[in-house]
């Protein structure tokens, strides 16, 4: 072989695989530069993935911190949970919407607390509220259009779940926007398109050439997709296939000037590229100097703008994580609960401030501490709920906390377990201090108890009622009493109140109307008073009174009561009729009516200004009684005005002489009670001139010593006077109690509106008003209790009383009658006791027999300060007897013989007079034996009293 063969083939064997190593060469930079490019855009998918997830799960673990706070159980605690929300809002640059399962926004930070809300919206594809709905975990839904924002947004929801169940959805809404922001700072080569899409594909924020089309530019090698691990988004990466295909064909280029270089430099170009290689590879290895050339070799050059790039993009996800961390630092920081983040076995990681506050101690002292010191281990419901906590991963509830001074405290306490970044197992306890709180609820409940009591004991309804802007109408609450009043259910009138205006009298609609729209104009408290069709009850009359209100929309709401007044204009109507008479008889009456009052005369009828003289009523008002008196008879009088007013005598019938304004004296009859006029303490007389009935008596005895035929004469005269003086008699019966008759009307009238004023149901009365009503009212009721004792001696001693003779048990009136007073012995620490045999069986007048009962208990209970009052019931024979036995203060014997007496009460020595009318046993006495019977008493001081009813077992046949 030639030395030029030989130099040839040696050449050629050089040169061969110089060229081959070119070729593989140039095919492997071009590989490894797909490659590096692809691992850079799938580094930067991923990169960008990643900052989306953390940037999801930060919001996603501030809303688990709000749906475990006991704020969002409390509706009344909503406007703090608005607060915290926005603070959250603050921190993270999105807001807050709490709702209901229903979907009904509770509370949205984008708007006013209190503001009215829409429903959720339902968008198309991955909705985050279903999700939570369906599924019990957090989700991050599409994008949709929100109502209020007038933009694209996307959701995070996050379940408040409360054993096992969703009760609330915490929602926090941001803008695409934000994204969009975040993906125009990412630095992307030239050409390429990077875009984050929701779980229909639809764009949430896009970085691209405007003229690319992805369909027709971009093969799936040049795609690169990155599935999100908190949400149902993916990130995609596109690089045209001209940009995608470029390096392969500049490879192309660049092998075949290199197979036409490589043959003349191989030896040269191997050992200086070599070299050149090495310097640029290990520069990889080396901390760029600022400012310095890149490496001349193309590919190392690329390697290090990558890992360049992928170190600037690392510091920016770093900076941007330590930014949310401190967010949420200062969320932690800030919350008005103490936060404690613990590790399972006890050992307390994490303090905010306000646990600090709570429990009295530093960060370091409950480092030191741990969850034993800050939890009353004595505490019986601790075991459970670490029990709970470890089965379910959570617990909410109460338990006892210890503070550093070593007082404990209750805490409502919601804790869950969670696994850090690194997989550690960790909980969270968010503590509040219910000290305050349970007060407050306790003092809200028996606020709510005692609001529920009034709504349920007030005679009316308690309601609300709004009218909207559009004129409808509606009763938001209404008391269950708005049924009997109305004839109409709330719920019904919760819906539409227009069934109760079509129901108001013809005769008053336009008027109401008028005076609701003038309340609803100015604002001006609303009272009426209207006449409505109920349903069953007829034509009603209705009180209406309410204060508005003008609402957020422009409607107006009032708050007030609806009352049924019928009964009151009933009363009103039969009392303008009774005074109507009253005055008619004061007008007619033959006999002098009078009321004087501190001495002064106050009242007089026509009667009494002819018996005394006077021409006109200003001669006799305001005058002292003590002129018209006979200075002989003033002193007896001042003494009987003196035990009235003392209230030891509550009707005086005397005689007396009076002098009349022309100076002439009279004999006159006088009866004198005591009333109330114009809310002061008065005397009413009634006034009979007797002077010509006087005169006859006078005449009687002066002529009784004469003749035999003048004393016959006389007496006749006598007989005929006394006749007058009887029918005077009767006539004074029968006034008398025709005139009680007609001031009972009144004086229910008086006694009811008393109470409903002291009821508050008119508007608030202060102590001084309130005790002065307490006594109109006790007057008033002690002076029906006269008029009706004096009605019925009025009866008895005119002979028109009725009986209603029936059959009954007697032992079970008894019983009946002392049952009535069970409450009143109670009330005074009484034994109250009964006592008898088999069916006492009786034919008489069950009312006037349960009267009679009536008056001896309430006597026994009303002298009885200590001890027992027994009733014995019991046959004997031919008739029933009833024992009323007490252990009070008893009698003398001196008082026991004028206890039957009318207008009769025992004062016993060292102790106040009780109230009464002196009428009780008189009457018992009377309408016993009415009823064939009688009343006996035995009594000794300090030792008690028996009164013994007796009763023939049947009514006697010769009294029908």
Known sequence: MSLRNLLSQLILLCVVPLILLSIFLAISSVKNKQTERDIEAANLVKSFATVIDQHLHARISALHMLAASPL????????????????????????????????????????????????????????????????????????????????????????????????????????????????????????????????????????APPDLNSAADVDASGRFVIKSAVS??????????????????????????????????????????????????ASLAETPTPGAPPPDIVEIADVRRILDKSAEKRQRFEMELQESEERYRSFFNHSIDAVLLTAPDGKILQANPEACKIFGRTEEEIFQVGRAGV????????????????????????????????????????????????????????????????????????????????????????????????????????????????????????????????????????????????????????????????????????????????????GTVWYGFLLDVTERKLAEKALQESEERYRNILIVAPVGIAVHQNGKIVFTNPAGL???????????????????????????????????????????????????????????????????????????????????????????????????????????????????????????????????????????????FTGIILMGMSGEINAVQKKQLGMVKSSANHLLDLINDVIDVSKIEAGKTDLSIDTFDLSDLALEVKESFAVAASGKGLNLEFQAGSEVKVTSDRRRVRQILVNLVGNAVKFTETGTVAVFAAKTDGGVTIKVRDTGVGMH?????????????????????????????????????????????ESEPGQGSEFILSLPQKYPEEKK
């Open 72 to 207: 969002v159980d409390d509706a009344s605690r909503w406007h703090d949970l608005y607060r915290e929300a926005q603070g959250f809002q603050q921190g993270f640059g999105s807001h807050v919407i709490l709702a209901d399962p229903e979907m009904h926004m509770l509370l949205n930070t984008r708007v006013p607390f209190g503001a009215k809300l829409p429903m959720l919206p339902r968008p198309k594809g991955h909705a985050a509220a279903p999700t939570v709905l369906n599924t019990g975990k957090p989700a991050v839904g599409d994008i949709f259009f929100g109502p209020i924002a007038k933009e694209p947004l996307v959701a995070i929801a996050v379940p408040a779940l409360r054993e096992g169940n969703v009760v609330f959805l915490l929602l926090t809404i941001f803008e695409t926007r934000q994204f969009q922001e975040r993906l125009d700072h990412v630095a992307l080569p030239s050409g390429w398109s990077l875009a984050l899409l929701d779980g229909k594909n639809e764009a949430i924020a896009r970085h």
């Open 232 to 281: 149902p988004w993916s990130v995609v990466l596109e690089i045209p296939r001209n940009i995608y295909r470029k390096p392969m064909v500049e490879a192309a280029a660049a092998l075949a000037i290199a197979i036409l270089g490589v043959t003349l430099l191989s030896l040269l170009g191997g050992m200086l590229t070599g070299r050149r290689m090495g310097r640029a590879v």
């Open 375 to 554: 939890i009353d281990s004595t505490d019986p419901r601790l075991a459970s709920a670490l029990e709970e906590r470890e089965r379910t991963g959570r617990f909410r509830g109460e338990l006892k906390f210890m503070r550093k001074d070593g007082t404990s405290f209750p805490g409502e306490i919601s804790s869950a377990i969670f696994t850090d970044r690194n997989g550690n197992l960790r909980t969270s306890m968010i503590i509040r201090d219910m000290t305050k709180r349970k007060k407050a609820e306790e003092e809200l409940q028996e606020e709510r108890d005692r609001f529920a009591k009034t709504v349920d004991t007030a005679p009316g309804a308690i309601c609300m009622f709004c009218l909207r802007p559009d004129g409808s109408a509606y009763f938001p609450y209404a008391s269950p009493a708005i049924e009997d009043i109305y004839g109409l259910k709330p719920e019904e009138l919760a819906r539409d109140a227009s069934i109760m205006r079509a129901m108001i009298h013809p005769g008053d609609l336009g008027r109401v109307r008028e005076e609701i729209t003038a309340s609803a104009r100015a604002l001006t408290p609303w009272q009426s008073e209207f006449r409505y069709e109920h349903p069953k009850k007829g034509e009603v009359w209705m009180e209406g009174r309410f204060i508005p209100s003008r609402e957020v929309d422009g």
């Open 610 to 752: 002819r018996l005394l003289g006077a021409e006109s009523y200003d001669q006799l008002i305001g005058k002292d009684i003590t002129t018209i008196i006979q200075p002989g008879n003033l002193e007896n009088s001042r003494k009987r005005i003196q035990r009235m007013m003392a209230g030891e005598q509550g009707l005086y019938p005397a005689e007396d002489k009076y002098v009349r304004l022309d100076g002439i004296i009279i004999d006159v009859e006088v009866i004198a009670t005591l009333l109330t006029y114009n809310n002061e303490p008065a005397i009413q007389v009634i006034v009979t001139d007797i002077t010509e009935r006087k005169r006859a008596e006078e005449e009687l005895r002066k002529y009784r010593d004469h003749l035999e035929d003048l004393v016959q004469k006389r007496t006749e005269d006598l007989a005929q006077a006394n006749l007058r003086l009887q029918e005077l008699d009767r006539l004074k019966s029968m006034f008398i109690a025709s005139m009680s008759h007609e001031l009972r009307t009144p004086l229910n009238s008086i006694i009811g």
């Open 893 to 937: 014997r001196a008082d026991m013989e004028k206890l039957f007496e009318a207008f009769t009460r025992i004062h016993i020595h060292n102790r106040p007079l009780v109230e009464g009318t002196g009428l009780g046993l008189y009457l018992s006495r009377r309408i016993a034996a009415l009823l064939g019977g009688e009343i006996t008493a």
